[in-house]
């Protein structure tokens, strides 16, 4: 089957209107681009549950800050479209920064109409480090809901502080669209998939890999009881590589996302560091 790519807003609102004359259910999944086997695992499963599927590829610019890493994020089209079409998707959309935001879209763009999460949920963890980060992921996903219409949309959980958010405001603001959560996919070795990872050298490689190693511990010690969330900060903290930057390793109730001692379930464990430049993030839910 061709997938079929599609540039511009105007087209791909006719093609979802002639498959809602049909009845068809439409499932979403939001990328960045530079596919691979996590982006794969969401499409599969939106194939599993709905008769048609889209892909976004658009890498955002409003969520990147001024000094991180927008223009040199990878951009594999053609891989990425290769890719969709093994699996079945019925459509690529792939908008220019311009179509989805204008003429004069920047950086720090103050003349958009943004959505904005409760602060006390951005305020946090990725947010803390990357202000305004997560403006922009719900600005840029509330559009791409506006314009697929979807009935359900997949999100990985590896970006579990963004999965929380897009769960809050798709309810707070009743967009009508079901949040399928889908679980973290990993390399070989135990790290989590990201298109990042392909910035990491071998030896860097090696030290990301205690990251996914101190939350493999971390839910060892949980499993047999330990629940105080200083111990198993400490002993996380331990297994970590002494050369990887921490920006942060906390502790969360996944139910309202706010910090706690004693860890119980449904706690999310959550990672972010620096291994050499290369920002990675991963999570475990007990």
Not at 94 to 114: H, R, V
Not at 125 to 153: Q, W
Not at 219 to 248: C, H, P, Q, R, V
């Amino acid at each position: 089957m061709e997938t079929l790519l599609i540039n511009n807003i105007s087209e791909i609102k006719k093609s979802i209107k002639d498959w809602k004359k049909l009845n068809c259910s439409i499932g979403l999944v939001p990328t960045m681009g530079a596919l691979h086997k996590g982006h794969a695992s969401l499409i599969k499963k939106a194939k599993e549950m709905c008769d048609k599927v889209v892909v976004s590829i658009f890498v955002n610019p409003i969520q990147f800050g001024p000094n991180e890493d927008y223009d040199k994020y990878p951009r594999t089209i053609e891989k990425d479209k290769n890719l969709c079409e093994d699996i079945g998707v019925d459509i690529i959309f792939a908008p220019t920064p311009k179509e989805m935001y204008g003429e004069n879209i920047t950086l720090s763009n103050t003349e958009l109409s943004f959505v904005c999460p409760p602060y006390n949920i951005v305020d946090c963890m990725c947010g803390k480090s990357r202000p305004g980060h997560f403006d922009g992921v719900a600005t840029v996903v509330t559009k791409l809901f506006n314009i697929v219409e979807p009935n359900y949309a997949f999100f990985g959980q590896k970006d579990a502080q963004q999965l929380f958010i897009i769960k809050k405001f798709v309810k707070d603001l009743n967009i009508n669209v079901e949040i399928i959560p889908c679980p973290i996919i990993r390399d070989y070795d135990g790290l989590a998939m990201s298109s990042r990872n392909t910035y990491l050298s071998e030896d860097e490689r090696k030290r990301a890999l205690t990251i996914s190693q101190a939350l493999k511990k971390i839910k060892s010690l949980y499993s047999n009881g330990i629940t105080n969330a200083n111990i198993l900060f400490d002993t996380g903290i331990s297994i970590l590589d002494k050369n990887i930057e921490l920006d942060y390793l906390e502790f969360r109730d996944f139910n309202t996302f706010e910090k706690v001692d004693k860890v119980k379930e449904n706690t999310l464990v959550a990672i972010a560091a620096k291994v050499g430049k290369t920002r990675l993030i991963d999570n475990e839910i007990l």
